[in-house]
Each structure stands twice: as C-alpha cells, then as structure tokens.
C-alpha cells in the first residue's frame, strides 16, 4: 500500500471520482487493485478530507510516534471474493492511521477474531497494514472510505462515494455470492449501489435487522448470478461493549453467510 505522508493525494484525482470506465475487465486483478489507488487518492469532500488531515497531524497520544496514513482508505481482501463485508467508515485512529479497513482499533479486533474463528483469517488480530493478514475468501469494504467526524458521514458524502463502490461490487460480481452488512447506515447506503452493479433491490427495499437475508437476483438473468444479503448489527464498541452483539452472535453470521458464500469454515472451539 501506498506509505505516502498524509495529505499527499494524486493530483490527477483532487476534486472527484473520473476515470471509473477505465479500470479494465471485470474481476482482473489489476483493475482491483487500480480502483483501491484511485480511491486512496480521492479528495471530493471538503469536509472529510480536512478531518482524516487534521487527525493525521495531530495524532492521539497513544500513536504520537507514528505516521498516519490519513486518506480514504479502500477495501481489503482477495479479487475473487465470494464473500463481502461491508462497514460503515473508517475509524479516525484505526482505518485512517493504518491504511487499512477495520485495522488497528477494537471494532477491528471483534471483526478478525470472529473472522479467525470460523477460518476465514490467517490471524485474529489486525494491527498494521503489513503484518501478514490474510483473508480466505473475503473482502472487506465501506461506502465510504474516510474517517469521518463523529463517525458520522452526511448523507451527501454517503452519496457521493458510492460510486466506489458500485465499482467494487462490480469488480468482484463474478465471484461474489454473499454480502454482510454491519448496521444500518452501510445496509441503506449499500441498497443502490447493489442496485447500480447490476442486482434486483425488491420493492419496498428490505429493512435492516440483525439476522436479515435477502435474496438479490441479477437484473440480468438467472445466469449472471445471484447474492444473499445479511444483516448483522455493527462490531462498534457500543454494540459490542453492551453485548448487543456478542461474538457468538458475530461467528453465527459469519457462519451462515460463507456458506451462502461456498466457503468452508471450522466449529469455534474457544
């Protein structure tokens, strides 16, 4: 990943999202990994782009010693997924300091422990952009892609980033069978652009719950492939400190979507 300082974007993107028809073949490695750069270099919200800044400069105590990557950071996990996650932002200490989704704060700690558990991670921690995590099978996203203050995107710099993701979800439709959505800000925001990459939205759209699925049929035809949907509350430490969401329950949604997925996971022996 990219280890420029922070607030050194490409200059070829400041100001919007251009050149998405441009990335290549559907599912080709390299047009994943082009989209994951050109989302790293994206400056089209003021307001976002001056917070992950601010935070990079000034830093929390804890990390004072350390660069921050502080940029939008892009998804994570293998071109041919068959399983996607999909949060809400990055966190101002976590994502936006790492480089990487859900690494380095305790949302992320919950997420990869749960993911190692079942076998569907090389390590149950996620510290560092560069300290060997692999994810079987699964990627991991959000609709948006900067820290936001408060944790809080608006709706218009929801909007604004989708188009990132509607080209993620197209990048990986070949493989992609099972989608989980942590909350239901990420649930709203995730319905058009599963809609914009080529699937069916029933009408009324489905209402987020923890333990929702629904089908998403390809507005193309049965044959281009169809993907379920999950719903599971967000690994926050609100939801998580409460037991709102336990790990038990994390793993039994993990569980159930990678099946969906065709993935292969292991009895949680902890």
């Known amino acids: 990943m990219d280890s420029s300082p922070a607030g050194s974007s490409d200059p070829g993107i400041v100001g919007g999202l251009g050149g998405l028809d441009g990335l290549g073949a559907l599912g080709d490695l390299d047009a994943l990994t082009d989209l994951d750069a050109r989302i790293a270099g994206c400056r089209a919200c003021p307001r976002l782009v001056a917070w992950r800044e601010e935070v990079a400069r000034t830093r929390r105590a804890a990390f004072a010693d350390q660069t921050y990557w502080g940029r939008p950071v892009p998804g994570y996990g293998p071109a041919d997924a068959s399983l996607l996650i999909v949060g809400l932002a990055p966190a101002a200490h976590g994502g936006n300091r790492t480089g990487r989704m859900f690494t380095g704060d305790r949302s992320g700690d919950v ?3 749960a993911l190692h558990d079942v076998g569907l991670a090389s390590r149950g921690t996620s510290v ?9 099978g699964v990627r991991v996203t959000s609709p948006v892609h900067c820290a936001p203050p408060a944790n809080k995107p608006t709706p218009g710099e929801r909007d604004t980033c989708r188009p990132w993701l509607v080209r993620e979800l197209e990048l990986l439709r070949p493989t992609l069978r099972a989608v989980i959505v942590l909350g239901a800000f990420g649930w709203q925001a995730a319905m058009p652009a599963f809609a914009a990459a080529g699937w069916t939205v ?6 987020f719950a ?8 390809a507005q193309d035809g049965p044959a281009a ?21 336990t790990p038990a329950m994390l793993r039994d949604v993990l ?16």
Do not use: K
């Open 255 to 270: 569980r159930t979507a990678a099946g969906a997925a065709g993935l292969t996971t292991r009895p949680y022996d902890g």
């Open 202 to 207: 029933p009408r009324p759209r489905p209402v």
């Open 111 to 113: 997420l990869y422990a």
């Open 210 to 217: 923890h333990g929702a699925r629904v089908s998403l049929g």
């Open 128 to 136: 560092s952009a560069d300290d060997g995590l692999e994810l079987y």
């Open 225 to 245: 492939g169809s993907v379920e949907l999950f719903g599971c509350f967000h690994v926050s430490q609100r939801n998580t400190f409460t037991g709102r969401l």
